[in-house]
């Protein structure tokens, strides 16, 4: 991985969609306050989402827009060797295997989006 995608970038990118997904506007003329899940597709809540329900496609959404799961490290044995696996190995698991609830690292993350779809 170069550092275009690397553990800090995929933290500020985590961190910007946060503070976005928080953003408000103020409707012209109505005086109605705006937020995210007024506005978004959210396919498994259609009737009233959550922020967390909308449809955001990002590479995030690998590690449910999750910060601690971002960050996890674990000890991984395969037959004699012995290594760990981090966000790196998720992400190359879930780019093959994108609609997996499980991969097959010792992180056990899921790879479906936070709002729950793939």
Known sequence: FSAVLSAEVLQ??????????????QAPGTGRT???QDVCYAPLSPDSPAAADCCVNSVTQYFQNNG???????????????????WRDHLIYCANSPLSFQ????????????????
């Open 34 to 36: 705006v937020r995210l």
């Open 103 to 118: 991969d097959i690292t010792a992180l056990e993350l899921s790879c479906m989006a936070e709002y729950g779809g793939p």
């Open 12 to 25: 500020a990118l985590l961190e910007l969609q946060q503070r976005l997904a928080a953003a408000t506007a």
């Open 68 to 86: 601690s799961r971002l960050a996890m490290v674990a000890t991984q044995t395969s037959g004699k060797v012995t290594g760990t696996v981090d």
